[in-house]
């Protein structure tokens, strides 16, 4: 009988770094393209604070752009790959549920791939915010991009049935079985995936989740801490299909999977700091 062992961490790639990239190939740079375009197109000052920066491929290529960047992440292992790999911006370690790198320092706040999300609670969320506000200047941007909670609203597709994937790395074929499942009343997107890999390891089971936020609900939490929304749509972004390219703006529905937020800092709370 073959055992499967339950990983500490909450995601086995987030501890690998090298395994991450493997998994999600970025070679075209998508993502930060498309933050940098959201950028440009409102007029984002220099300073930019990647939350959640993984590996810090984003933050490398709004550097590239022209930007001075700080990564910051709360995974060592990441940061230390960041540091090595993509070289240029700052990395720090912060936690996104309350951080404070400064008053007033940043002129836009971007956050990546549903790192947002794992803010579960109304309180971490209303950290994450707080943080936000105190980091940037008067006017800054804040640039999100996650899952839609509003996908979910009488969609079971993606719920229950476990999806396989596999990938090769370093000469080992690595392979998922992925099952989603709906926690209403937290309001939570819970992910079981078991981790097999063709060196003889035993399995590994990873279990985690992410906040779901409603389209109006996400617009009402960033009016309470003072930023007006910008754009709030549910495509074309880096993780949609078909994706973001150069030449499309942003859409006016908010029902896709995706849902990309822009706001501009503008005024005082009303939420608790």
């Keep these: 009988m073959t055992s ?7 995601n086995l790639l987030t501890d690998n770094p090298e395994l991450y990239e493997a998994r999600f190939p970025d070679p075209g740079r998508l993502a930060g ?24 491929r984003d933050a490398a290529h709004l550097h590239g752009a022209g930007r001075r960047v700080t990564g910051a992440d709360l995974s060592e292992a990441m940061l230390a790959h960041a540091r090595t790999h993509h070289p240029g911006p700052d990395y720090v370690s912060a ?30 969320l209303d950290g994450f915010l707080s943080s936000c506000r105190r980091a940037l200047t008067a006017g800054g941007l804040l640039v999100a991009e996650m899952r839609n909670g509003a996908y979910f609203l009488g ?27 709906l926690d209403r009343a937290a309001q939570l997107l819970r992910r079981t995936r078991v981790w097999t ?35 709030l749509h549910d495509g074309p972004g880096p993780r949609t299909e078909p994706p973001w390219r150069e030449e499309l703006l942003p859409g006016r529905t908010a029902d896709a999977d995706r849902l990309h937020v822009v706001a501009r800092l503008t005024g005082t709370a009303t939420a608790p700091s």
């Design 4 to 10: 499967t062992r339950t990983a500490r961490a909450d």
């Design 155 to 181: 969609r079971t597709d993606l719920l229950g049935t476990p999806t396989a994937g596999e990938f090769a790395w370093r000469g080992t074929v690595h392979r998922s079985t992925t099952t989603l499942s």
């Design 33 to 56: 393209r498309w933050t940098e375009d959201c950028l440009r197109r409102h007029g984002a000052g220099p300073r930019v604070l990647d939350v959640g920066c993984g590996t810090g």
């Design 95 to 124: 936690d996104l549920h309350g951080f404070d790198l400064g008053q007033g320092v940043f002129d836009a706040l971007v956050c990546l791939d549903s790192a947002l999300l794992y803010c579960h609670t109304n309180d971490q």
């Design 197 to 231: 890999a063709g060196d003889g390891s035993e399995p590994v089971e990873q279990r985690s989740a992410w906040r779901l936020l409603f389209p109006q609900e996400l617009r009402r939490l960033l009016t309470a801490h003072g930023f007006e929304v910008l754009e």
